[in-house]
């Protein structure tokens, strides 16, 4: 991103801004109340649809490291297991980088490895491409957010 890593880290630590950069087709809102103030411990509560099914989700914020980074895991939700890590460095030329790390798992045994292979992977590659692409976008020099 052409910004630097503080007003990076900025645009992620609001929280209002996930349904901006969240694709359409998932419907995602976030349903506590904003503006949150975001920390250790914060919880996050969001309404989306997976394949038209309604999902209720809810997330922890486990680590809080201003300009640095942030890790997001779920309490409640479609996932058995959901540990996301949001990472932002100096790109060396006064931007930043920014790198996602998810763990998940999805429930059913065996019949989750399937849909793991069959939709799960390909939809969070599309959500992730699509969050890059906005993120790209919304922090461009010129943009409302940058």
């Known amino acids: 991103m052409p910004l630097p890593p503080d007003e ?5 630590a609001d929280a209002r801004n996930l349904e901006r950069i969240t694709p359409p087709w998932l419907h995602f809102r ?4 904003t503006p949150i103030e975001m920390g250790p411990g914060t919880l996050i ?3 989306l649809r997976l394949h038209g099914v309604p999902v209720r ?4 914020i486990r680590e809080w490291r201003p300009i640095e980074g942030f890790r997001d895991v779920q309490v409640s939700g479609p996932y058995s297991l959901w540990d996301h890590e949001h990472r932002f460095r100096p790109d060396g030329a006064g931007g930043t980088l920014i790198e996602d790390r998810v763990r998940y798992a999805i429930p059913l045994g ?10 799960v992977g390909r939809d969070l590659e599309r959500i992730f ?6 993120v790209e976008k919304l922090l461009a020099p010129g943009s409302a957010a940058s």
């Open 8 to 12: 990076t880290f900025e645009f992620f």
């Open 30 to 33: 976030v349903l506590s109340t």
């Open 45 to 47: 509560s969001y309404r």
């Open 57 to 60: 989700w809810l997330t922890e």
């Open 110 to 119: 065996p019949l989750g490895r399937i849909a793991r292979r069959l939709f």
């Open 129 to 134: 491409d699509h969050r890059a692409a906005a």
